[in-house]
């Protein structure tokens, strides 16, 4: 089974925050920036939206050369709110993990996902699984996102670049190698400047004449482990897995169900599995939780959650299949669509110390 392995990467993202919050601004130059004090214009760009970019402005560039370059273009120039931006993101990765099998983000603005599964390994189905991700970010947060969808994490990466902003690009393994062979090199996911200029060296520009170069020059060069990725790379074959990081403040595992339906039972049979999964992980890296919420995507692609939350810290998961019977159900009978995708999320997360078994509480 080929995997379907996306990248979703919030356009512009602080700035496109504070058009969200301040409308009045959006088609303006708008800057975010990071003032270091010394003077009113010391200091650099954060993010420039699209406006400013157009007009040769961008992230890194000192305040008071980006102000000269957008003299008379009425710029909005914005101190940069780094806890405002950490919560929307933390709201619109929520919106994301709710969709897809397994979500590992990278960045502020920006994770890789798997659907395969959600997919059954379907390109099309893929396409209309991050088009609805699309959908639900913007209704939610009043956000555009770019997506690109791929068979490894390199090919997804590059296709969410591919066209932006508000863009989706899917790469089917068929089309692999028509989409990266005549890229310059120097847009390969983790090549840079000096990388770049080592494989110009050997008439190596393009990513198709790196598909074609010599493994064991590529070695001399760069060593066995950089020139295996190279090489794989370049032919979107990297097989880098799509991982939850450590140190996350939720896990969630969701299933796509045999049928739509609308029976709670019927749900928590298929969920099992991945309860027990789920269970399993709490228990290896020695976990407990405090709230506990099942999760659902309707037959029209919304989501819906329900939620408890314990008095003190819950360590056995498998213990806890009443109530999540129970938020399934209230979940089934409140949602208006049957569900097509059930889920579970565990948050309030913390590691084993003084907590209390779920039976002793009940």
Do not use: W
Not at 14 to 24: G, I, K, R
Not at 90 to 99: F, G, T
């Amino acid at each position: 089974m080929a995997r379907v392995i996306g990248h979703v990467d919030l356009d512009y993202f602080y700035a496109q925050v504070e058009e969200v919050e301040n409308p009045s601004i959006k088609g303006k130059p708008v800057l975010v920036c990071v003032f270091s004090g010394r003077t009113e214009d010391s200091g650099v760009v954060g993010t420039a939206n699209y406006p400013a970019r157009e007009l040769g402005v961008g992230s890194g560039m000192p305040i008071a050369f980006a102000k000269k370059r957008l003299e008379g273009k009425n710029p909005v120039l914005i101190p940069m709110h780094h806890q405002k931006y950490e919560a929307v993101s933390e709201k619109v990765m929520q919106v994301v993990r709710e969709r897809v099998d397994v979500l590992e983000q990278t960045g502020i603005d920006e994770a890789f996902f798997d659907i395969t599964e959600s997919s059954a390994d379907d390109f099309s189905r893929a396409r209309n699984l991050a088009a609805s991700i699309k959908t639900a970010i913007l209704e939610s947060q009043g956000l555009t996102a770019s997506i690109g969808l791929g068979q490894s994490k390199v090919v997804a990466k590059m296709a969410s670049d591919f066209s932006k902003p508000n863009g989706l690009t899917v790469v089917t393994p068929e089309s692999t190698y028509d989409f990266l062979s005549p890229l310059p090199v120097i847009r390969l996911y983790g090549v840079g400047p000096k990388t770049a200029k080592a494989l110009e060296d050997l008439n190596v520009r393009t990513i198709g004449e790196l598909m074609k170069a010599d493994i064991a020059e590529l070695e001399r060069l760069f060593g066995a482990k950089t020139a295996a990725y190279l090489h794989n790379a370049a032919a979107g074959a990297d097989d880098e897995e799509v991982a939850e990081k450590q140190g996350a403040t939720q896990l969630s595992r969701i299933i796509t169900l045999k049928s739509d339906t609308r029976d709670a039972d019927q749900a928590l049979t298929e969920l099992l599995p991945a309860i027990d999964d789920l269970h399993r992980r709490l228990v290896s890296k020695s976990i407990s939780f405090r709230t506990l919420s099942a999760m659902g995507i309707l037959t029209d692609l919304s989501a819906k959650t329900k939620s408890k939350t314990f008095d003190r810290p819950v360590e056995n998961l498998s213990e806890c299949k009443g109530e999540i019977r129970e938020l399934l159900q209230e979940l089934a009978s409140s949602a208006p669509k049957e569900l097509r995708r059930a889920g579970i999320r565990v948050s309030g997360l913390s590691e084993k110390g003084d907590q209390t078994s779920l039976t002793q509480f009940q």
